[in-house]
């Protein structure tokens, strides 16, 4: 049952691939940065990253943009000293570098859409540590199905690969949760790290490791999410990567121009604009509520303590997002897409509770056989 949902979930993967995904791409401008660092780490020149990435980019809308235009057409060095804020996001565009050969920077999509149909087995494998093999086939073809899913899968950024990394993390610890596996922290050690290479969020897998330590007093899962630490501090050190401050700096650098604010006043005033927007979000579209309903529930049973704990600890580690890039219209990338396989997790182990308490709840039918055995 279990290789038969895995198949079923990589066919429906492939169907909205082709049918949706691979029809709409999503050109954007934080991807010509990751065209032109992939065409570097193709082997090209400055110069000649930069033509590659101008030549790919050119018919697409970006470049109706006049403010757009305006940073493409910088001097190499410059353009290159001030997209420093990419340069610790390595495995992405390392990965499109080594196809370009064979695609040219249209790598830089087909990585993307092969992470996502491995995204949609790693999220049916992580669901599966509920068991309910039916249920976890359900939701992970919804989740392959919902737009900003198809939306990441179908862009030429860091998201798709990452969500990759960061399912087969959170399946592991939701494993680590209820049994101590070698085999799992290795999962665990290695999807982390690769998920700190992609994008610079070690704290996602952090967390939920450290609430395993809490409620299981196992420490072993905290000791293998510490790699996903000292890759982003080694790729750090070893590309001058910005620190959090100079993050904000740059995002208070290319607001639009009109903005007058000191660069407090500003972080002080997103801020708590942001806060409102996720509260004033979360009660629109319900789903995080019953979220925090189902936390709430799954953690003061017995049975479902731990896992519950390590889905609480992944939402709340997804919600850093919001004092680290306190600009609203980028949280369904940093914030939403995050939280859809915490949110499709809790429903899993809500469903399982539930029907495990219906089973035990039913009535035994007594026969004369059983009697007289």
Request: net charge positive; with cysteine; charged share 15%.
């Amino acid at each position: 049952m279990r290789v038969v949902g895995a198949v079923l979930v990589a066919l429906a993967a492939l169907v909205f691939l082709f049918a949706s995904v691979l029809k709409h791409p999503v050109y954007t401008p934080d991807g010509s940065v990751y065209a032109r660092f992939a065409a570097r780490d193709a082997g090209y020149s400055d110069r000649d990253a930069t033509a590659a990435e101008k030549a790919f980019y050119g018919g697409t809308a970006l470049m109706q943009n006049a403010r757009y235009r305006e940073i493409v057409d910088l001097a190499p060095g410059v353009w290159f000293a001030r997209s420093r804020v990419f340069v610790n996001r390595i495995l992405y565009p390392w990965i499109v570098g080594m196809a370009m050969g064979a695609a040219g920077l249209r790598a830089l999509f087909l990585v993307s859409a092969g992470a996502y149909v491995a995204f949609g087995l790693a999220l049916y494998w992580m669901l599966l540590a509920f068991k309910r093999p039916a249920f976890a086939f359900a939701l992970s073809v919804i989740a392959l199905a919902l737009p900003q899913v198809r939306g990441a899968a179908g862009s030429d950024l860091t998201d798709m690969l990452a969500m990759l990394w960061w399912v087969l993390s959170l399946g592991a610890l939701l494993r680590l949760s209820r049994e101590t596996r070698p085999a799992m922290l290795f999962v665990l050690a290695v999807s982390g790290t690769l998920l700190a290479l992609t994008r610079p969020t070690p704290y996602l897998v952090v967390l939920p490791a450290l609430a395993i330590g809490i409620v299981r007093a196992s420490w072993a899962p905290l000791l293998a999410s510490l790699g996903s630490v000292a890759a982003y501090a080694i790729v750090a050190f070893a590309t001058h990567a910005f620190g959090i401050s100079e993050q904000l700096r740059w995002i208070y650098g290319n607001l639009p121009n009109g903005t007058k604010a000191s660069f407090t006043t500003w972080y002080r005033s997103a801020l708590l604009a942001s806060v409102r927007f996720v509260a004033a979000e979360t009660v629109r579209t319900i789903v995080p509520l019953l979220a925090i309903v189902a936390a709430i529930y799954g953690v003061s049973r017995s049975r479902t303590r731990a896992p519950m704990a390590v889905l609480a600890a992944a939402a709340i580690a997804c919600l850093i997002a919001v004092p680290f890039n306190p600009v609203p219209s980028s949280f369904a990338r940093v914030l939403l897409l995050p939280l859809i396989p915490v949110f499709c997790a809790m429903a899993q182990c809500i469903a399982e509770a539930a029907l495990e308490k219906r089973t035990a709840m039913a009535p035994v039918e007594v026969t004369p056989e059983a009697v007289k055995a």
